[in-house]
């Protein structure tokens, strides 16, 4: 393991390096992962780069790369953002960018790391994400690590011809429990 920040049972979680540009460049233009990621327009690897390196020089995110304990491979990222420390919230997102991984329980695993170190580290009260409602996948993923549905934005995500429902769901730290399931389990 290099440089382990939070460890799991299957993975751990790290900062993220120059190395890791290349697979980060990979998933970021896969046109499959961009649309789960809501972006349009492919990343240059400058871009890339330069926000690696703002992910370290901000006080509100917390981005992390997910590697596989077995083999020491990395597969993906996920982070806290926009900390916001006198209401004690954040947003949660995470990118599981080898397909071959997809499926695995590896989201669930880095999403309960990440929680815990946001509630039980930072004392933050509630976390929060927006997934699109055609992604299933990772809806799956969030439940499993204790998120609930809150809200809907209607029709707001437009891809492939047709309109979409973005998801708000978020957990409360009294929701959390210490053995990285939800309270409402």
Same mark, same amino acid.
């Given at each position: 393991?290099?440089?382990?920040? &939070?460890?799991? +049972?299957? *993975?751990?979680?790290?900062?993220?390096? /120059?190395? $890791? #540009?290349?697979?980060?460049?990979?998933?970021?233009?896969?046109?499959?992962?961009?649309?789960?990621?809501?972006?349009?327009?492919?990343?240059?690897?400058? &871009?890339?780069? +330069?926000? *690696?390196?703002?992910?370290?020089?901000? /006080?509100? $995110? #917390?981005?992390?790369?997910?590697?596989?304990?077995?083999?020491?491979?990395?597969?993906?990222?996920?982070?806290?953002?926009?900390?916001?420390?006198?209401?004690?919230?954040? +947003?949660?997102?995470?990118?599981?960018?080898?397909?071959?991984?997809?499926?695995?329980?590896?989201?669930?695993?880095?999403?309960?790391?990440?929680?815990?170190?946001?509630?039980?580290?930072?004392?933050?009260?509630?976390?929060?994400?927006?997934?699109?409602?055609?992604?299933?996948?990772?809806?799956?993923?969030?439940?499993?690590?204790?998120?609930?549905?809150?809200?809907?934005?209607?029709?707001?995500?437009?891809?492939?011809?047709?309109?979409?429902?973005?998801?708000?769901?978020?957990?409360?730290?009294?929701?959390?429990?210490?053995?990285?399931?939800?309270?409402?389990?």
């Amino acid at each position: 393991m290099r440089n382990p920040f &939070l460890i799991g +049972e299957r *993975i751990y979680l790290r900062p993220l390096e /120059e190395e $890791d #540009l290349d697979c980060c460049m990979r998933w970021i233009n896969d046109p499959e992962i961009l649309t789960t990621l809501g972006r349009r327009f492919p990343m240059s690897r400058a &871009l890339e780069r +330069e926000w *690696i390196t703002s992910q370290y020089k901000s /006080e509100k $995110d #917390l981005s992390l790369a997910i590697v596989i304990k077995d083999g020491d491979l990395h597969i993906g990222n996920c982070g806290l953002h926009q900390i916001d420390y006198v209401n004690r919230n954040a +947003e949660f997102g995470i990118m599981i960018g080898g397909k071959d991984n997809w499926g695995h329980g590896y989201a669930p695993e880095a999403a309960k790391l990440i929680l815990g170190y946001g509630f039980d580290e930072l004392n933050l009260h509630r976390i929060s994400l927006e997934v699109y409602s055609q992604n299933k996948r990772a809806q799956r993923a969030y439940e499993k690590a204790g998120f609930t549905h809150e809200g809907t934005k209607r029709e707001a995500y437009f891809r492939n011809g047709r309109y979409y429902d973005n998801l708000i769901m978020g957990i409360l730290r009294s929701e959390w429990r210490k053995d990285g399931t939800s309270s409402l389990e």
